[in-house]
């Protein structure tokens, strides 16, 4: 058995228990630590006397954080307060003001509910009334366009929900720690040259697997999930240890049907163990992309032929022809992480074309105008689905699709009298205010598609991979009535937003009607002076 | 003098009591016609208008087809478009559109008293609101329904003015006390909602931010039609009949049995209503000796002997052998009441009895209107009205928030479960003493699981309406943002 002290931390690290900071002794606090350019970050703050206000969601690592560099000495100069979402509000706000009186910098790790509520509160604290700026000062973490000026006097927030912790960097840092004590030491309740640990450890050690694992949970943020520091933990271990001890590890154990059956060395490796455990970080790489269930036209075939036998990173044990779809599955997953390829190309292959394009807008691999009509020409078609030849200039004008009727249900169709060219709409990313930037990466899971030169407060649409997936499957098809109500909502919000900037009212009025059940537009002109309809023209 | 039954025993006391009068289907369309049309004061004879809209009825016509088909698609929207301009109503976003169909039964005039009446601060916002996008000139309309009928209008196409019906002295349910105010709370819930609503949607007008404007008003009229029918049986005014909520996709069994059983208050606040009003009638009449006396069991048996059943002059005649039935039925029911188990009085037999004779006489009953709105604004399940429960859609949800919560506030979820328990009886689980509530009304309780799993899934639309937003700790906040 791996007799060392972490083997049953990392188990513990897996479901919960060693993952909350509060909770852990300190020398496995310490040991367990990444550090990042944060902490250099609060550090200096704290060195030019700023106060430090850490927020984000549970599981974030706001306390965690506190306690490393406290214990390093390095906030020494600063009243910490570790976990002030357990504090009233109104202490906060005392010793706070005191501290403010005596020059001494306030750092403070608070969820976000808790910091809305002493923004709310601030008043009557005459030296810290500017703090009621907090919750404009979240919203504004991220911005896109122009950098918002802060409203806070010689104070940092730091929203760490809104940091990507999914980068390479920090989970080698998890990697490395987990693995360094399980590589150093061998089992001896495994059967020599045997042991999954071993195996895992020494896979995900190697920079190219870690990639490709990190390639995953890179997918897996993009659609939206954010991952924290003990959800990432916690998966690092399990897919180390499969959550169990080596002494254990060959036991019989229950199947699904009731019967026992011996476990097989595949049962914990790495690239299985990604796919079966539980938590939300979990359910999401299920649902996003394993590699199993995605065909590769180039390899495929030659996987089930067993003809690769070259340029796998870990040679042993040996790569056997499958005998059944199982097998090829597990080899294919195998391949995914373990085989000497291109894994951008690989994925370009394997991936759904709406989740590969997805990605390449996100990361801004494509020409922005180019996508902007693309993403106008999606809009358009789930209002007026059309067929290819008759979407003349679906790409080039947004349409401000609306529709009518006082009972619930399905509108007959959906009318536009104003239209906004595409040209006049640009995308967006999201970048971290300057005072942050250097701090955190913040996460890339959408883009905004707004007017050119959009002010916080002005219409925008967030294509995330929900919008975008509507889109996508609008244009391919999907009717309009199966479209999620929160979708259409977004939309509708994002049209009517923008009709100040469609213009006013005109002489000649063209009133497009769409009747997406039959696939049909029609446009209507009307003039107004005359109160004659004008010449009409059917698409 | 024969006794004429749905006059005296319905009309009449529906007049004195309620005003509008829930015995006809009303659609959403229909009030926003009704309440559209005594907000402006008039209606259309839009001859021209109405014969393009409906091609079925009127063949030829000088506007193209396609426009006609395209019109007609709009315009009928609600499915309340006929052959007879006065018998319709459109889909309407201006006061041309207005008709003087009567479907919405003074409904719309109702809630204009309401929106008209001045406690303090004058008439409701709401009002201003309405007459400035329903009367957007030529130049100004800006939505896509008003200008496409804009050359609809040039001829054949007169205002008339509309007269109201309401009593200078107002019926029971619009009382005012000697300061002037209304007795009964539950108006100034829905008159502050309306004011709410316009609060938010106020300064607004241009394109399709007006259509949205125009349905949230309406859906909240039709709620609050709902509502008033819900707690018309009342005793205490200041108490609500509870309506659960059930947002989850797939309730427990618990928590669809109680949604189920809320929703049958319904009925049994209207029966009650009725019954007391139909007894006040009879009193009254009784007193007044113009029917003769309703003293003995021979003067009540006469009296349902020579009853006329209902009225022939409304457009919806009866056949006879219907209208047959209806003495022996009403003689079997008024046995019944008399019988050694119920051993009620002649008279008091006669006001139950005739109770339950008003679902058979009118073309729906109170109950069926109310049903039959609750599950047009989203707000009643659909399917079989045995098996019917509360289940705001999205865009009702959307009206609740924005009537409830003013500009600019940010209230908890708790603080919003509060508010809509206290003034609508809406319940859906962030209380935590639902099942309390739901006690005095007999409904069986729900397991904890179950509220806690609905709070979620009503949080989860708010979110991703964008009205919520969820905050660590479960911390939920509730706002209108524009």
């Not at chain 2, 500009?407 to 209380?431: M, S, V």
């Amino acid at each position: 058995m791996k007799a060392l002290p972490l083997f049953e931390d990392l188990a513990e690290f897996y479901n919960g228990h060693n993952a909350v900071a509060e909770r852990v002794e300190e020398s496995k606090l310490q040991y367990m630590h990444i550090s990042t350019s944060l902490d250099t970050a609060i550090e200096a703050w704290v060195m030019q006397g700023l106060d430090v206000i850490l927020t984000g969601n549970p599981g974030d690592g706001k306390t965690h954080l506190i306690n490393i560099l406290q214990s390093k000495g390095s906030l020494a100069s600063a009243y910490l307060e570790k976990d002030a979402s357990q504090q009233d509000t109104q202490t906060i706000l005392k010793i706070w003001q005191q501290r403010k009186q005596e020059n001494i910098p306030f750092v403070l790790a608070i969820n976000h509910a808790p910091l809305r509520n002493l923004a709310a509160e601030v008043r009557g604290y005459p030296h810290l009334e500017y703090l009621a700026n907090i919750p404009d000062e979240i919203d504004n973490c991220i911005y896109y366009n122009e950098a918002p000026k802060s409203k806070l006097q010689r104070t940092i927030i730091v929203d760490l929900s809104q940091r990507e912790i999914v980068t390479t960097s920090v989970v080698k840092g998890i990697v490395d720690k987990l693995c360094k004590q399980v590589l150093s030491t061998p089992c001896t309740d495994c059967p020599p040259r045997k042991c999954p640990v071993e195996y895992n450890a020494k896979a995900i050690s190697s920079d190219e697997i870690l990639h490709n694992v990190v390639t995953i949970l890179t997918l897996v943020a993009r659609r939206g999930f954010h991952t924290t520091m003990r959800d990432l933990i916690g998966l690092v271990a399990y897919i180390l240890t499969g959550d169990r001890l080596c002494a254990t590890r060959w036991q019989p154990v229950k199947n699904e049907d009731g019967n026992f059956s011996n476990p097989t060395f595949e049962d914990y490796v790495y690239y299985n163990l990604l796919f079966k455990g539980r938590s939300h970080l979990f359910d999401a790489i299920r649902t996003t992309f394993d590699p199993a269930n995605y065909s590769d036209s180039d390899n495929d075939a030659k996987l089930w032929a067993g003809v690769i036998s070259d340029g796998w990173l870990i040679p042993k044990p040996v790569v056997i022809i499958p005998s059944s779809l199982e097998e090829l599955k597990i080899l294919k997953r195998r391949y995914f992480f373990e085989h000497q390829h291109d894994t951008a190309k690989l994925l370009q292959r394997m991936l759904p074309t709406t989740e590969y394009n997805f990605g390449a807008m996100i990361e801004g691999k494509l020409d922005d105008p180019s996508e902007v009509e693309n993403l106008v020409g999606m809009i358009n078609n789930l209002y007026a689905p059309l067929h290819p030849r008759q979407r003349a200039d679906q790409s080039y004008r947004l349409r401000l699709w609306n529709s009518h009727r006082y009972s619930v249900g399905n509108p007959p169709g959906y009318f536009a009298m104003r239209s906004m060219p595409a040209d006049n709409l640009t995308i967006y990313r999201p970048k971290a205010v300057p005072q942050i930037t250097h701090s955190m990466e913040v996460r890339q899971d959408h883009i905004l598609l707004a007017v050119q030169e959009w002010l916080p407060g002005d219409p925008s649409l967030r294509i995330d991979w929900p919008m975008y997936q509507a889109l996508t499957s609008a244009n391919y098809g999907t009717p309009i009535e199966v479209q999620p109500f929160h979708i259409l909502r977004r939309l509708d919000l994002f049209l009517r937003g923008l009709s100040p900037e469609a213009g006013g009212s005109r002489h000649i009025e063209n009133i497009e009607w769409s009747n997406h059940q039959y696939r049909t537009l029609v446009s209507i002109r009307v003039n107004r002076t005359n109160q004659s309809y004008e010449q009409e023209r059917h698409a | 003098m024969n006794t004429d039954f749905e006059s005296i025993f319905f009309d009449q006391t529906i007049e004195k009591t309620l005003f509008y009068s829930p015995k006809i289907e009303i659609k959403p369309v229909h009030l926003a016609n009704g309440l559209f049309r005594a907000i402006c004061g008039v209606y259309t004879e839009a001859r021209d208008q109405h014969m393009t809209i409906y091609p079925k009825g009127y063949p030829n016509s000088n506007v193209n087809e396609q426009i006609r088909g395209v019109l007609h698609s709009i315009l009928s929207a609600d499915g309340a478009l006929f052959a007879r301009a006065q018998m319709s109503s459109y889909t309407l976003s201006h006061i041309t559109h207005i008709t003087s169909d009567n479907h919405d039964r003074r409904t719309g005039e109702w809630l204009f008293t309401i929106l008209n009446h001045d406690y303090g601060n004058g008439p409701s916002p709401a009002l201003e609101l309405l007459r400035v996008l329903l009367n957007q000139d030529n130049r100004q309309r800006s939505d896509e329904i008003s200008t496409l009928t804009l050359p609809l209008t040039k001829t054949g196409f007169e205002l008339k003015d509309f007269k109201p019906q309401i009593p200078d002295r107002h019926p029971g349910s619009l009382e005012v006390d000697e300061a002037g105010a209304f007795r009964d709370p539950l108006l100034y819930s829905i008159r502050k909602g309306f004011d709410c609503i316009a609060k938010h949607d106020g300064g607004k007008g241009n394109f399709g931010e007006k259509l949205d404007t125009l349905r949230r008003l309406v859906t909240w009229g039709c709620f609050s039609i709902y509502l008033h029918l819900t707690n018309s049986g009342s005793l205490d005014r200041k108490k609500r009949v509870p309506m659960l909520l059930c947002m989850v996709e797939s309730p427990s069994p618990t928590l669809q049995q109680a949604s189920t059983q809320s929703y049958q208050w319904v009925g049994r606040s209207i029966d009650r209503f009725l019954r007391i009003a139909i007894r006040d009638t009879l009193n009254r009449i009784a007193e007044e000796g113009i029917y003769g006396s309703w003293e003995t069991d021979a003067e009540i048996r006469q009296h349902i002997q020579t009853m006329i059943w209902k009225a022939f002059g409304g457009g919806m005649r009866q056949a006879e052998a219907r209208l047959a039935k209806y003495t022996p039925q009403c003689l079997l029911f008024y046995d019944s009441y008399l019988s050694d188990t119920a051993n009620q009085s002649p008279r008091s037999a006669f006001v139950n009895a005739a109770a339950d004779m008003i679902d058979q006489i009118v073309s729906s009953s109170p109950t069926a209107v109310a049903r039959g709105l609750g599950t047009r604004i989203g707000l009643l399940s659909p399917g079989l009205y045995t098996r019917k429960r509360y289940t705001a859609v999205p865009d009702l949800l959307e009206v609740l928030i924005r009537a409830t919560i003013p500009p600019q506030e940010l209230w908890t979820i708790g603080k919003l479960a509060n508010h809509w328990a206290n003034h609508y009886g809406l319940l859906f689980g962030a209380l935590g003493e639902e099942n309390t509530r739901l006690a005095e009304w007999g409904i069986n309780a729900i397991d904890g699981s179950s509220l806690y799993d609905n709070t979620e899934a009503l949080t989860t639309i708010l979110e991703m309406s964008g009205y919520a937003r969820r905050y660590a700790d479960g911390v939920v906040l509730v706002s209108v943002r524009e």
